[in-house]
């Protein structure tokens, strides 16, 4: 699962990213916490913490410019 999303980020000279908040489902949500980072085929991914204590994945591709929310809290996959 990966939905597009709009991010606010702080991006410094030696190139560390400070994720400040995105959008998910039309919501905007807090960056509380910014945990590991990783390089993948798919870009550069961030797992991040939120207001409520949950978790999710986003995924910057720097080429295009375009972040993606990768993974999601499982409490709202159960329906």
Do not use: C
């Amino acid at each position: 699962m990966s939905e597009p999303s709009e991010v606010e980020a702080r991006f410094d000279a030696e190139g560390k990213i400070t994720l400040l908040s995105f959008t998910w489902r039309g919501s905007r949500l807090q960056v509380t916490g910014q945990g590991r980072e990783w390089e993948a085929e798919d870009g550069r991914h961030f797992l991040v913490m939120t207001t409520g204590e949950r978790i999710f994945e986003l995924a910057y591709e720097s080429k295009n410019n375009i972040w993606r929310v990768v993974k999601i809290p499982e409490s709202k996959l159960i329906a």
